[in-house]
């Protein structure tokens, strides 16, 4: 018996060491995948942590930076009207001086310079704001990640600070300035009695953009930072300069100055600009309600011909002519107000900020650096 075992066994020796090999490959390979597959799901279920967290991180990012936004959105529009105030010019012209006609030319020229003053800075700070607030915010989210704590609550006021310089400094007084240095050129040879439609006010204002953005040297779109920041040897004045400070400073600088930053920041404002012309088009079509019959008609200019229909006047507001004169009050009127929370009618700064704050290419930019610091 023991012998026909040993003659079977030996006959099918190579039988057994193959079926051996096989099953204990089989085991080895199932208790390998079983093994990987464990550390796939784990590895995934870490990822998915970490992208649930991060995104957590970066929603409440953009809350504070939303906050931020209109917070100092307020102290920047008063600086705007500060700049460009025409309080002294309307109480000169209430007096009716001889020179009124010169009064108001520096109305005209203050009243253009101030929408469009409104119209870049609010893109300006939104955009730096949202570089500012999410470089930081992927800076801590790498602390807590890392266990360290290289983000002191020092550093973050000291970097924080840095936009105040386009507020309280020289910022806002150096970009109303240069504004208002194309706006003369663009609206000098302008009489204040040009008849012009909402057509027309487009096409003044697309040569003001055209005007503000040529200059290469002072353009606000391309060398935001220019307004935006202090320099190097101010910061350093400020602050006792940390390195990792000075590495955020130089970050920034950079982001302002990239192709994603000057093509939001254009594509913003020439949005702002429409926006304005809206704006104005509403007020001019208020303004035309509380005309008499004979006066609307004698506005109104669509080939000579007026639009009747059931014994009321409808009119286009797109086919109206006023003179500049008299659109003067209705660009003024728009933005002598600061930011208004409540959203009080034609307020434009308000319109402005609000619109940027929520622009697509605004939030993705804010995004995009989220996303590049956090993960770096």
Known sequence: MLSRLQDFLSRHRRKFIVT?????????????????LVEYQEKQAREFFERTRRMHHFESTERTCNQVILGMGEEMCQAVLH???????????????????????QMKIVSFTRL???????????????VQLNLLGGYIYRDIMTEQRQITDELKQQYLSLIRHF??????????RFIRSQVVEVLKSMPLTRQLTLADTEQLFWSLQMAINGDTRHDPNSKMSKYLLPDLTRLQERFNCSPLLQQMYNETLDLLESE???????????????????AIAESMGETLQHLAPGEL??????????KQSNNNNLFDVNTVLMALAKLIP??????????????????LPTQLLSFYVVSEKSKMLGANVYESFSSG
């Not at 008609?297 to 007026?306: D, E, K």
């Open 83 to 105: 700049e460009c105030s025409t309080d002294e010019l309307l109480e000169q012209l209430r007096q009716n001086p001889a020179n009124k006609l010169e009064l108001w030319e």
């Open 260 to 278: 994603d930053c000057i093509g939001v920041c254009a594509h913003n404002v020439s949005r702002g600009f429409v926006l304005s012309c809206d």
């Open 330 to 347: 209705i660009i003024s009127g728009l933005t002598s107000h600061g930011y208004d929370s409540a959203a009080r009618p034609h307020n």
């Open 167 to 176: 507020i309280t400094h020289d910022g806002i007084r150096d970009l109303a």
């Open 297 to 306: 008609q004698q506005q109104q200019s669509l080939n000579g011909q007026t």
């Open 20 to 36: 051996g090999v096989l099953v204990g490959g089989t085991i080895y390979a199932a208790r390998y995948a079983q093994r990987k």
């Open 116 to 130: 469009a003053t409104f119209v870049y800075a609010s893109s300006m700070l939104v955009i730096a704001l949202r």
